[in-house]
């Protein structure tokens, strides 16, 4: 709002000074350019109003809980007083107060993080918040605070843009109304990419929740948006996305085969670093052209 306002001043100061002067319209046009405060998105579904926002938060819940308390029964649910929970639960508190921003629901969720001990290079984030990662994303990819960050800010991303309610409201119309119920208690939500055996194995009934390549383009960008609001750098998602493609060549992850297109991914986030990088770089009081460069912990070519 402040910026609003002085930009407000500061049209209304070219008009006193400038008005006739042939600069004028160039230096508005100029000014109006920078106006758009970070990603922009279209209006959230109106589809979704086939599923209750209750109804699908609280099945996600149920299944969020029976898997934690199955990990737990195994011994893979690593402990609060562990370091990467801690890490990821101080990473998400930073970014979770930016989260009504895209949904003005998100500041009632209740939200948790959790993390699940096993080689899978994978994470999500449930409807209503419910974030699970598991170790093999972290230790495989050696993610970075500001990694973790774009992967956690993808994750929410799906929850917070209603990606799955508005997958089943599709379905939903489709099968019409009266399977509602059934259906929505029997599908797991938000998780993924889709599921892996391991998640399978979990007891779960799933229901093949595929993200759409638009899903996954707006999930990567608000996803870096909601990042850089916090206080990370948005340049991680290139880098996390780069050190994915290494990893592959080594031995397939799961991940992109339900996120495929790694090339044209990282060109769109270059694409839209014009609009993240005053984002990120107010969120650490500097300016754009201040920013060191992107450090990684790993040498990429
Ligand atoms: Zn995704």
């Not at 930073?94 to 939200?111: E, T």
Request: glycine share 8%.
């Amino acid at each position: 709002m402040r910026k609003l306002k002085h930009l407000a001043a500061c049209v209304s100061m070219f008009a006193v000074l400038g008005a006739g002067h042939a600069g004028m319209a160039a230096a508005q046009d100029s000014r109006n350019a920078t106006v758009q405060d970070g990603i922009a998105v279209r209006p959230l579904s109106r589809l979704t109003k086939y599923v209750p926002a209750e109804t699908i938060n609280e099945a996600a819940a149920q299944q969020y809980t029976q898997m934690m308390s199955q990990a737990q029964q195994r011994g893979v649910l690593l402990p609060p007083s562990h370091p990467e929970v801690q890490r990821l639960r101080a990473i998400a508190k930073r970014i979770i107060p930016h989260a009504s921003r895209w949904n003005k629901d998100a500041s009632q969720w209740q939200w948790q993080v959790n993390v699940i001990d096993s080689k899978d290079v994978n994470a999500f984030c449930m409807p209503g918040g419910r974030i699970g990662f598991f170790t093999g994303i972290l230790t495989s990819l050696k993610l970075t605070d500001d990694e973790v960050a774009a992967v956690m800010g993808h994750e929410i991303s799906h929850a917070l843009r209603e990606h799955s309610r508005e997958k089943m409201a599709k379905q939903t119309v489709t099968n019409g109304l009266a399977r509602l119920g059934g259906f929505a208690a029997s599908a797991i939500f938000g998780v993924d990419p889709s599921f892996s055996d391991m998640l399978a194995s979990y007891g779960a009934q799933l229901y093949g929740l595929k993200f759409s390549r638009d899903d996954e383009r707006e999930a990567d960008l608000v996803g870096l948006d909601i990042a850089a609001r916090a206080g990370y750098d948005p340049r991680a998602g290139v880098v996390l996305w780069r050190k994915m493609a290494a990893l592959n060549k080594r031995a397939p992850i799961e991940l992109l085969s339900t996120h495929p297109g790694g090339e044209s991914r990282i060109a769109d986030m270059n694409a839209h670093m014009n609009l993240l990088l005053p984002v990120y770089a107010r969120a650490k009081g500097t300016t754009v052209a201040r920013l060191p460069a992107y450090q990684t912990n790993v040498a990429l070519r």
